[in-house]
Structures are given as structure tokens and as C-alpha cells.
């Protein structure tokens, strides 16, 4: 059974930082590109970034680059994000997925084309 487990959210203020963690077990995920998604209350759930399966590409949305990174540990099934210079419009569950293609280096940002997804870590970004 397949599992995407994250942690690492919580309350910080406007500034500060952030490391989310998503942990996955049940089968290892080594050649698939994986990604973080983020909603907000009341809005759609957004792109935040995507790594390919060797780590050697990273995309990021807009809002984010230069203040997130996105890495990951094959060795230990886990995908990262680095989250700085935190802003309150950045409040959100955020969520883990895993591309449902192998070998993907121009994973997109479709949530689509993503086909296994964690239960979420709170943050909360106060001003």
C-alpha cells in the first residue's frame, strides 16, 4: 500500500522558515518526478514545485521561486521543501504527489499527472 506521509508544517511568522517532509513508503518511488501543492482556504489547490526522478531539474511556480527548494533523498524514499522569507499569502495545507510517469525530466505542474498524494501539513504564516 502506497503512502506519502508529510510533516514539518506549522505556525511561523512572516520571515521566518519552514522544512516540509514527505515520506514515502510501500514501494520506492527512485525513477518518478514528485511535487508539492499547496491550498489555501477557499481557492484551488496551486503548483508549488516538482523535481525530477534524478533531482537534476527543479521547477518552481512563480510565487515561490527564489524562496523555495525543492530536493529529494532517493536512498531514503523523501522529498523536501525548503520554504524561506515565509509571507502570509503562503498559508496553506500542503501537499506531497508523486508524477504518475517514470523518467519524466519536464514533470508538469497538472495536478493531473500526478497520481499519488500525501494528507497534507498545515502552514500558517502570521504577519
Known amino acids: 500500500q502506497v503512502q506519502l506521509v508529510e510533516s514539518g508544517g506549522g505556525l511561523v511568522q512572516a520571515g521566518g522558515s519552514l522544512r516540509l517532509s514527505c515520506a514515502a513508503s510501500?514501494?520506492?518511488?527512485?525513477?518518478?518526478?514528485m511535487g508539492w501543492f499547496r491550498q489555501a482556504p477557499g481557492q484551488e489547490r496551486e503548483f508549488v514545485a516538482t523535481i525530477t526522478w534524478s533531482g537534476r531539474f527543479t521547477y518552481y511556480a512563480d510565487s515561490v521561486k527564489g524562496r523555495f527548494t525543492i530536493s529529494r533523498d532517493n536512498a531514503k524514499n523523501t522529498v523536501y521543501l525548503q520554504m524561506n522569507s515565509l509571507r502570509p499569502e503562503d498559508t496553506a495545507v500542503y501537499y506531497c504527489?508523486?508524477?504518475?510517469?517514470?523518467?519524466?525530466?519536464?514533470?508538469?505542474?497538472?495536478?493531473?499527472?500526478?497520481?499519488?498524494w500525501g494528507q497534507g501539513t498545515q502552514v500558517t504564516v502570521s504577519s
Open positions: 510501500g514501494r520506492t518511488f527512485a525513477s518518478y518526478a
Open positions: 504527489a508523486v508524477h504518475r510517469y517514470s523518467g519524466s525530466n519536464y514533470p508538469t505542474g497538472r495536478l493531473s499527472d500526478y497520481n499519488y
